[in-house]
């Protein structure tokens, strides 16, 4: 099993720009989740997905986020335009009904 | 919003002693209740999933009650390693709702 992978580990990018994070989750799991670890904040819930469907967005702080699961191994969050406020460790989480979550290694995030 | 509260933030904690720390959430519409460990640069590691009132879960020398009508669940440390300098996270679901929302966690240094 390879586990959640996430691309990229990291990105650094200009303020403006279009920033997009991938997850593939692990084969077999029906709930993907995004999260978003800041000093101040903690480790936030942004959005779930179950079978592919968008269950919960309230945890997305504005507009310029939007995340996609267009199938069963895939979802990407999309922050556009980007600002230095958004700069943190995005974390994605899969998992089958109420078992245990498994975490991938994050992005680590930096936008100038 | 949840307001689930890990106390202490932080504790030190000498090579072999045993230590606990707690985890406090509303009562209400309660569902599981997670615990992970997260150590520094890696991604957060799941250690148990609980249920039911009463509930109690090992692992190792790492084990954890629940108390789901007063709202709160101790995790136990017997024996202290190196190894087990992490952060401890709990995490509580609500019935009808998926997703986790995360306490800052409690940071455990152990020193030799």
């Given amino acids: 099993d390879a586990g959640v992978i996430q691309s990229p580990r990291h990105e650094v990018t200009e303020m403006g720009q279009e920033v997009t994070l991938r997850c593939k989750p692990i ?6 989740f995004w999260y978003r670890q800041t000093m101040m904040r903690g480790l936030e819930l942004l959005i779930y997905f179950n079978n592919n469907v968008p269950i919960d967005d309230s945890g997305m702080p504005e507009d310029r ?10 979802s990407t969050l999309k922050i556009q335009p980007s600002e230095p406020r958004d700069s943190a460790v995005y974390f994605c989480a899969s998992t ?7 975490f991938g290694d994050g992005t680590r995030l930096s936008i100038l | ?16 002693d045993s230590t606990n720390f707690t985890c406090s959430f509303p009562s209400s519409n309660f569902y599981a209740l997670h615990w992970y460990r ?3 640069a890696k991604s957060p590691e799941a250690l148990f999933v609980m249920t039911l009132n009463g509930d ?17 669940s101790y995790l136990y440390i017997k ?11 709990c995490a509580p679901r609500r019935g009808g709702a998926d997703g986790l929302t995360f306490g800052k966690g409690t940071h455990l240094i152990i020193q030799p």
């Fill in chain 1, 96 to 102: 089958r009904g109420n078992q245990p979550q498994h």
């Fill in chain 2, 1 to 16: 919003i949840l307001n689930v509260e890990q106390s202490p933030q932080s504790l030190h904690v000498q090579e072999g």
């Fill in chain 2, 56 to 72: 109690e879960k090992k692992k190792g020398r790492i084990s954890a009650t629940l108390n789901t009508k007063e709202g709160y």
């Fill in chain 1, 65 to 74: 986020f939007s995340a996609k699961m267009p199938n069963a191994s895939f």
């Fill in chain 2, 38 to 40: 997260w150590e520094t």
């Fill in chain 1, 27 to 32: 084969s077999g799991h029906d709930y993907l």
């Fill in chain 2, 79 to 89: 024996g202290s390693q190196p190894e087990d300098s992490a952060t401890y996270l």
